[in-house]
C-alpha cells in the first residue's frame, strides 16, 4: 500500500512515504529525514515496540512464518495509514525500509505468502503488455452542469417538482469541491480491493489495478467490521500541486514530457504500462461515491462518505449538508474565494441530494443523475491574435468555422484553435482575420472566442468571406429553410453528401469514437491514413481490414506508424467490438439529430435493430400521416424532426446496405431493460395526462420506464393504459373512443405494486 518511489531496496523499486515538513505537500525529489511530529527517531531494527516480529535470520515453520508475515504486513499497513491518512509519520525512512526488507526476506523463504496484495507486490512487476476493459456493473456517468446561480435554484426546484415536495419540507443537499482529476471505481470484496477501473465511456473502462495498488491513499484492505460483501468506492485520482511541479521539473532536467496541468499529469501516470512508473509519482486520492453494493452503511450521502472516512479512505474534509439555495451559493463563494490555497485543482462545487431515498426516486437522465449538478466556476478567459479562419466539414456537411489563433494559456491549458460556431456569429461579433480577440474556456468545453477588442484592430485586419461550395468536395454548401416557418438554419451544409470525402472521413471518425463504438487505436489520425490509402471507405471496411490487409503491397505492420504491435491492437479492437448494444450502435451510425439520448430512447422503444429498421422503413412508406409515422413519433422525448432523420437515413438505399454490410460483420445485442422480472408493466405502453396528486409527472415517466414500460407521449390503439389525473382532457376522450384501460393515479400505483 504504500506509497513507491524509485529508491532502491532489497525489494528493487520498493520505498516507504516519506517524512513530511509541516504544512507542504511532499516532492518527488528525495526529503529531509526530519518528522512532522517530533526531532529525528533513532533508526531502530524493530521500529516498533509493540510489535512480535521475529529476527532476520530466523527460520520458522510454515505457521508460523504466515503468522510472522500477518504482524508484519499489518505494521506497514499502519505506518501507511499514519503517513497517508493522518499525517502524522512515527518512524524513519530507514527503520521503515527495513521493515519492508523483512517482509521481502521472509516471502523469499516461503514464496507462497507473496499474495497479490502484499506490500512487496505493488511495485517491481514486469510490464503488462495493455490495459484490458472492464465493463461497469452500474455506469459512470457524468453530472450535468450549472453555470449561474440562478440555475442551482432551478436544480432545488426540478428535484421539489420531481418529488412532489412542497416547499416547506426539507431537502438536505451535500455540497464539496469538484476535483479535476481522473474518476476511478475501486471494487472491494469482503474489505479487500480486487479491481481498479477508469470511468472510460461510462460504461466500460480501463483495468488499471496493478497501477493503483501503486497509489499509498488507496487502502489494499478496508479497516471496518460491518463493510459489505461487495462494493465499489467510487472517487477522484489527482496531483497536488507541489507534486505536479516536482514531477514536471524532474521531467525536465531528463528532457523528458512536461504536464501541461495536473490533470493531465495524473492520467499520464496513472495509465502507464510499467506500474513502477506510476509508483514513482505521487497520486492522491478522494473517495465521494459508490457503484454496486450489497449493503450500504447509512441512509444518506454524507452518512455513506462518512463511513468511507472511518473504514481508512480519504475523503474530502470540506463536504457540508445545506438546506436551500442561499447556503450552498455561500459554500461556492468560499471555495471560490479558497480555491487558489487548496493545493489541489478544482473546476466547481458538486451539490447531490442527501437522503439516498430520494436520489433512488429521482434516477437518472441520459448520462447524469438528476439528484446531483456540478456548479462550475465562472470560464477563464485570455487575450491573443486571430490569425485565420478554417473551415471544417462534420460529418452531416456542416461547415463549421474555426479560429487558428496565436497559441495562449487559458486555465492552464495551451490553446491554439477555437470555435467560432456559424458565419452568423462571425457576422454579428464582426470577426476578422488579425484580430485581437477574447477567448474563453470553462471546464472541457471547446474554447470559443467570446469578444473582438475592435479598439486594437490593425489597419491589415480581413474581413472573411463565407464559402457557398463545399472547400473538400466542390458541392454546393446551403442553409437549409425550415419549411414552416421559412426561417434559415445557421449552419451551412454541404450537398455532397457520401461523395464528400471530408463527410465520409468525419462519420468514420465517429463511427469509431469514445461514445460509439470506441474502438481503441483507431484516432483521427489513423482513420485519416486509412481513408486515404483507400483501406477503409465505410463502416464495414474497418471489420474486414484484417481479412484485405495482404491485399496491398504494402501490408500496415510494415507502413511508418504502425507496427506489428500496433496493428495486432488495433485489430484486437476491432474484434472487441464485433458485439455492441443497439443504442451505441444506432448512435454509431451517425444519424443527424440522433445523439446519445434518442439513441437509448429509440433502443428502449424497439428493443431490437431489426423491429427499428423495420419501423422506420413503415413509416418511410407510409407517410407522415400513417400509424407507423405516428408510433415513432408517439415515443417520449422523440418528435418529428428526429423521425423524418430516422426514415430519411434507413429509406437511402446506400446508407441501407452500408447497415446490412455492417450486420454481416457483427452483432448489435437487442437493448436490455433493467427491470424486475415480476412487473405488472412491463413491456406496456402508458401515457399520463391532467394533473398527478402522489407522484410528480416527471417521477412517474420515469418510474414506469424502471418497471419496464414504455411511456408515451400520445394514445394510440397501441396503448395499454392511459394514467389520467384531474384536468385529462383530448388523451382521455381518446382513449375512451379506442376503449383503452383508464386508470386513476391510485390504481395505477395499486398496479404497479402488484407482483
Known amino acids: 500500500m504504500a506509497k513507491q518511489s524509485k529508491t532502491t531496496t532489497a525489494a528493487k523499486g520498493q520505498s516507504k512515504p516519506k517524512a513530511k515538513t509541516s504544512g507542504q505537500n511532499t516532492a518527488t525529489t528525495k526529503p529531509k529525514s526530519k518528522l512532522k511530529t517530533g526531532p529525528r527517531i533513532a533508526e531502530n531494527p524493530n521500529p516498533n515496540p509493540n510489535s512480535k516480529t521475529k529476527p532476520e535470520n530466523q527460520t520458522t515453520s510454515d505457521v508460523a512464518a504466515r503468522q510472522l508475515w500477518t504482524e508484519i504486513t499489518a505494521d506497514i499497513a499502519r505506518h501507511d495509514a499514519l503517513y497517508y491518512q493522518q499525517d502524522a509519520p512515527e518512524i524513519s525512512d530507514a527503520a521503515y525500509d527495513t521493515l519492508r526488507r523483512r517482509l521481502a526476506d521472509l516471502e523469499a523463504q516461503h514464496p507462497e505468502l507473496a499474495v497479490a496484495d502484499s506490500p512487496t507486490q505493488t511495485v517491481g512487476a514486469a510490464p503488462v503488455a495493455a490495459f484490458g476493459k472492464v465493463r461497469h456493473a452500474v455506469p459512470m456517468l457524468s453530472l450535468s452542469n450549472a453555470f449561474a446561480d440562478t440555475d442551482v435554484a432551478e436544480f432545488l426546484s426540478r428535484v421539489r417538482r420531481f418529488l412532489n415536495l412542497g416547499e416547506d419540507a426539507l431537502l438536505e443537499v451535500t455540497a464539496e469541491p469538484k476535483i479535476d482529476g481522473l474518476s476511478i471505481s475501486l471494487r472491494y470484496e469482503n474489505g479487500r480491493l480486487v479491481q481498479a477501473a477508469t470511468r472510460g465511456d461510462g460504461t466500460e473502462g480501463e483495468n488499471v489495478t496493478a497501477n493503483v495498488m501503486t497509489i499509498g491513499e488507496i487502502p489494499h484492505r478496508l479497516v471496518a467490521q460491518d463493510i459489505a460483501d461487495v462494493i465499489e468506492v467510487r472517487g477522484e485520482i489527482f496531483m497536488g500541486h507541489d507534486d505536479f511541479a516536482a514531477l514536471n521539473a524532474a ?24 506500474q513502477g512508473i506510476t509508483a514513482q509519482r505521487r497520486l492522491r486520492f478522494f473517495a465521494y461515491a459508490w457503484g454496486v453494493a450489497s449493503k450500504l452503511p447509512g441512509s444518506t450521502q454524507a452518512d455513506v462518505v462518512a463511513a468511507f472516512k472511518a473504514w481508512g479512505l480519504p475523503v474530502n474534509p470540506l463536504m457540508q449538508i445545506a438546506a436551500n439555495a442561499e447556503a ?19 473546476d466547481g ?28 466556476f465562472a470560464a477563464e478567459r485570455a487575450t491573443t491574435i486571430l490569425r485565420d479562419i478554417e473551415i471544417q466539414v462534420g460529418r452531416t456537411g456542416a461547415l463549421t468555422p474555426v479560429a487558428k489563433l496565436e497559441p495562449v494559456t487559458v486555465g492552464g491549458v495551451v490553446v491554439s484553435n477555437a470555435t467560432l460556431h456559424n458565419e452568423d456569429e ?11 480577440v477574447v477567448v474563453q ?14 479598439e486594437k484592430r490593425p489597419t491589415s485586419a480581413v474581413a472573411f468571406k463565407y ?33 464528400c470525402p471530408a463527410q465520409a472521413k468525419e462519420r468514420l471518425k465517429h463511427f469509431v469514437s469514445r461514445n460509439a463504438l470506441d474502438i481503441e487505436g483507431l484516432g483521427s489520425e489513423k482513420i485519416e491514413f486509412l481513408f486515404d490509402d483507400g483501406r477503409i471507405k465505410t463502416p464495414a471496411d474497418i471489420f474486414t481490414l484484417a ?36 443504442d451505441r450502435f444506432l448512435f454509431a451510425l451517425g444519424i443527424r439529430h440522433i445523439g446519445e439520448t434518442t439513441a437509448k430512447d429509440l433502443a428502449k422503444a424497439y428493443g431490437s435493430i431489426d423491429a427499428l429498421t423495420a419501423a422506420a422503413m413503415a413509416a418511410a412508406a407510409g407517410g407522415s400521416g400513417s400509424d407507423a409515422y405516428r408510433d415513432i413519433d408517439d415515443i417520449e422525448g422523440i418528435g418529428a424532426t428526429v423521425v423524418d432523420a430516422l426514415i430519411g437515413f434507413f429509406g437511402e438505399p446506400h446508407n441501407a446496405e452500408q447497415v446490412t454490410q455492417l450486420l454481416h460483420e457483427m452483432t448489435v ?15 406496456k405502453t402508458v401515457v399520463f395526462t391532467g394533473t398527478l396528486t402522489r407522484l410528480a409527472r416527471s417521477e412517474a415517466k420515469a418510474q414506469a420506464e424502471r418497471l419496464g414500460a414504455k411511456v408515451a407521449g400520445s394514445v394510440s390503439k397501441k396503448t395499454d393504459y392511459v394514467v389520467a389525473g384531474s384536468d385529462a382532457g383530448s388523451k382521455l376522450e381518446a382513449a375512451r373512443a379506442l376503449g383503452v384501460t383508464v386508470l386513476t393515479e391510485d390504481a395505477w400505483l395499486e398496479l404497479i405494486a402488484q407482483k
Not at 468 to 480: D, F, I, M
Open 251 to 274: 521531467q525536465a532536467r531528463t528532457g523528458e514530457k512536461v504536464f501541461a496541468n495536473p490533470r493531465n499529469a495524473a492520467a499520464g501516470s496513472l495509465r502507464q504500462l510499467d
Open 328 to 346: 450552498l451559493i455561500d459554500f461556492y463563494r468560499d471555495i471560490e474565494q479558497r480555491r487558489a490555497s487548496l493545493g489541489y485543482d478544482i
Open 349 to 376: 462545487v458538486v451539490y447531490k441530494v442527501n437522503r439516498l431515498d430520494y436520489q433512488g426516486r429521482l434516477g437518472f437522465v441520459s448520462r447524469s443523475p438528476r439528484w446531483a449538478i456540478a456548479h462550475k
Open 426 to 436: 462571425i457576422a454579428r461579433k464582426d470577426i476578422r482575420i488579425g484580430d485581437t
Open 441 to 454: 474556456r470553462a471546464g472541457d468545453v471547446i474554447p470559443q472566442v467570446v469578444e473582438v477588442l475592435v
Open 467 to 499: 464559402p457557398v461550395v463545399c472547400p473538400v468536395c466542390g458541392s454546393h454548401a446551403v442553409r437549409e429553410q425550415d419549411e414552416k416557418t421559412g426561417v434559415a438554419d445557421v449552419i451551412r451544409r454541404c450537398t455532397g453528401g457520401l461523395i
Open 547 to 582: 481479412a484485405r490487409n495482404g491485399d496491398h503491397a504494402a501490408p500496415l505492420q510494415t507502413l511508418k506508424g504502425f507496427g506489428k504491435t500496433s496493428v495486432d491492437k488495433i485489430l484486437k479492437a476491432i474484434d472487441a467490438r464485433r458485439t455492441v448494444p443497439l
Open 669 to 683: 445485442a437487442p437493448f436490455v431493460r433493467p427491470v424486475a422480472s415480476d412487473s405488472a408493466v412491463a413491456g
